[in-house]
């Protein structure tokens, strides 16, 4: 009797250990299925009770888009449109976070979801929430002059988003920071032209300094979403004329860039990174001849928190080149003002090459107002200055930004400049 009793429990915790052993190999079997993405694979019993995979290729067919709809299903069809043909999830939504991430206006907050419909179907579902700023700002700087008078020097911003409800933007950009010098900035991006798989943009800037020169460019690119931000490809056209000597010359370059900005918010942000790449190759022409041109301009910044308040460190360079020649005033590259080099008037400097680095101590890290102290330190080619120190202010009430600082070139107390920046949410 005894000896049934062990063969009857030896029995039972064989079938146990099956039992637990088989669930154990579905759900390994069922968490593999879910890390490929795949939609069409599943496992099919045979007659030896092992599990064989059968593949079945299933892409993205359809999207649906729910949520903001202040841009037309068409525009967010081409947008989006890299999505379908997606063979898994894994796939789709990489493709989906590139496209967020390469596109400043399409909220962090926007998410994606799928269907599986008519057995073998499969359509994405689009959260697209819009964060769209189209404002109309400027700069206000003021400083003492040589003479000791204070003086006054501004910038105008006009921004508009979305306008025909696809994505679209217009940005003019006026500046006169001087009664000698003015500089006007015109630019149209389109993230969906058409029904083209890529974007379009144009910039156009002009520069007049008195007694000096005249220059325009004009700058064409397609875009596209992709890894690391959006991808810009095109061409440049640089013509300038030089009003001392009447001589004129012109470079014809291929351009080449890509930006990504993953920071947290769009006005007053104290998280994330942000990043914009550009490089010109081209041809220089003037009356001595042709040569080979190359420029190129960088920026880079990133948040860390630290305690209740964040560091932000960036660095912005710039550099131009033409080969064996020396660069006239209207080649050197501007810099100096609100946006970079604080201290000084906007763009009162000149040089073939600089590098601006720069570290914040942001006190209050909230997306309504933050108060900093930083440090701008300058390495250029040939103009040498100790770094720039201050301190500020920025707020934003959900309609209105500003953003205030007071800096001291060379850390000179006596000569502060205070910069004024605002924004109007239209």
Do not use: C
Not at 113 to 141: E, L, Q
Not at 354 to 377: C, G, K, M, P, V
Not at 398 to 422: D, R, T
């Amino acid at each position: 009797m005894v000896s049934y009793v062990r063969i009857f429990k030896l029995i039972a915790m064989i079938l146990i250990a099956n039992i637990i052993w088989a669930q154990n190999s579905v759900e390994t079997l069922m968490h593999n299925l879910e890390s490929s993405g795949r939609w069409g694979d599943y496992y099919v019993l045979d007659s030896k009770r092992n599990f064989n995979l059968v593949t079945r290729d299933l892409t993205v067919d359809s999207l649906y888009f729910i949520g903001d709809k202040s841009i037309h299903d068409v525009a967010l069809s081409n947008l989006f449109g890299n999505v379908k043909g997606s063979p898994s999830k894994n796939i789709a939504i990489s493709r989906f976070l590139d496209i967020v991430y390469a596109n400043k206006f399409i909220s962090n907050s926007s998410s994606i979801n799928f269907a599986k419909y008519n057995k073998h179907r499969v359509a994405a579902v689009v959260n697209v929430k819009n964060d769209f700023k189209s404002h109309i700002g400027g700069n206000i700087g003021s400083n003492r002059d040589e003479s000791g008078d204070w003086k006054i020097n501004g910038q105008l911003d006009l921004r508009l988003e979305n306008l025909l409800k696809n994505a679209s933007r217009v940005q003019l950009k006026w500046q006169q920071p001087s009664q000698s010098f003015r500089y006007l900035h015109f630019e149209i991006g389109l993230p969906v032209f058409l029904n083209m798989p890529f974007g379009m943009q144009v910039n156009t800037v002009s520069e007049f300094f008195d007694k000096n020169y005249v220059k325009r460019i004009l700058k064409g690119y397609m875009t596209k979403a992709g890894a690391y931000g959006k991808w810009r490809i095109g061409s440049k056209i640089e013509r300038v004329k030089d009003l001392s000597s009447s001589e004129k010359s012109i470079t014809k370059a291929l351009s080449l860039g890509i930006d990504g900005d993953r920071r947290n918010d769009r006005w007053i942000p104290f998280s994330g990174r942000h990043w914009d790449f550009e490089f010109d190759l081209g041809s220089y022409r003037d009356d001595s001849g042709e040569s080979f041109e190359i420029n190129s301009n960088a920026t880079m910044g990133f948040y860390k928190n630290i305690f209740s308040g964040s560091v932000y460190v960036k660095t912005h360079g710039a550099i131009n080149r033409i080969q064996k020649r020396r660069l006239t005033q209207s080649k050197k590259i501007l810099f100096g003002g609100t946006n970079n080099f604080r201290g000084y008037i906007e763009n009162q400097f000149a040089s073939d090459w600089f590098i601006i680095n720069t570290l914040e101590n942001i006190y209050y890290n909230r997306n309504s107002a933050q108060l900093f102290i930083f440090i701008d330190h300058l390495i250029a080619d040939d103009i040498k200055l100790n770094p720039t120190t201050g301190f500020g202010i920025r707020v934003f009430n959900g309609s209105i930004f500003y953003n205030i600082i007071l800096a001291f070139p060379e850390s000179n107390i006596m000569n502060g400049k205070l910069h004024l920046k605002f924004s109007t949410s239209l």
